[in-house]
């Protein structure tokens, strides 16, 4: 099980739509999360995906929608706000040799908003 | 409500010093605990998890060891540093099928 964020950034000026995307790989229904870090801070949860229903709402706006077809999980808000520029983590859960969840991260989508 | 506290902040140390960081967690019990870090402009890898006291399993060979006295503290540990062991060590916590919630984190700076 991975994930891969195929954006290493986004820019995107305040009021207008964000798109941080997001592939999953995973031999198994996965369960999907989205986490935010902001500079010198620890990660904050965002919104996660457990096979319930398929577009899932978040914090402060922000939503993703679970595509199996598609194997992805983007993040999106219709408009950015400044306080909105953060690094983003895609994260799946997986389970270890000893049945254990752990999470794996994607490498991270910095998103730049300007005035 | 649950709040996750790790200490200190920021910790700058000579190669070959010790190293003691912990992390506390309340309003919850017998939660799994982990310890994280952040390389610049990496993702997080996890070094350790804990589903009780005394249980402490390693992901990846290091230099560090970690150790779980009580139900809600974990302490991340090395003997001597290596300049290699700098990075943002975060703290988490999750109760079983539940995610994480992670602390602020401690900047380590190896010189």
């Known amino acids: 099980q991975s994930v891969t964020q195929l954006d290493s950034h986004v820019s995107v000026s305040e009021g207008t739509p964000v798109l941080l995307r997001c592939n999953y790989s995973s031999s198994y229904s996965p369960s999907l999360f989205w986490y935010v870090q902001h500079p010198n801070k620890g990660l904050q949860l965002l919104l996660k995906y457990t096979s319930a229903a398929t577009l899932v709402k978040g914090i402060n706006g922000f939503e993703a929608e679970f595509k199996k077809s598609e194997t992805s999980f983007h993040l999106t808000k219709p408009s950015a706000h400044m306080s909105d520029a953060a690094e983003y983590f895609c994260?799946?859960?997986?389970?270890?040799?000893?049945?254990?969840?752990?999470?794996?991260f994607g490498t991270g989508t910095r998103l730049l908003v300007s005035p | 409500s649950q709040t996750i506290h790790q200490w200190p902040a920021t910790l700058v140390q000579p190669v070959g010093s010790p190293l003691s960081l912990e992390c506390t967690v309340e309003g919850t019990s017998n939660p799994n605990l982990y310890w994280y870090r952040q390389a610049a402009g990496r993702g997080l890898q996890l070094l350790f998890y804990s589903v009780g006291i005394g249980q402490i399993s390693s992901e990846v060979p290091q230099n560090l060891s970690a150790s779980r006295p009580q139900d809600r503290q974990f302490i991340l540990s090395s003997k001597k540093l290596l300049l290699s062991d700098s990075g943002f060590y975060l703290c988490?916590?999750?109760?079983?099928?539940?995610?994480?919630?992670f602390g602020d984190g401690t900047r380590l700076s190896i010189l």
């Open positions: 994260v799946v859960s997986v389970r270890g040799n000893t049945g254990f969840q752990k999470l794996v």
């Open positions: 988490a916590w999750s109760v079983q099928g539940g995610p994480q919630h």
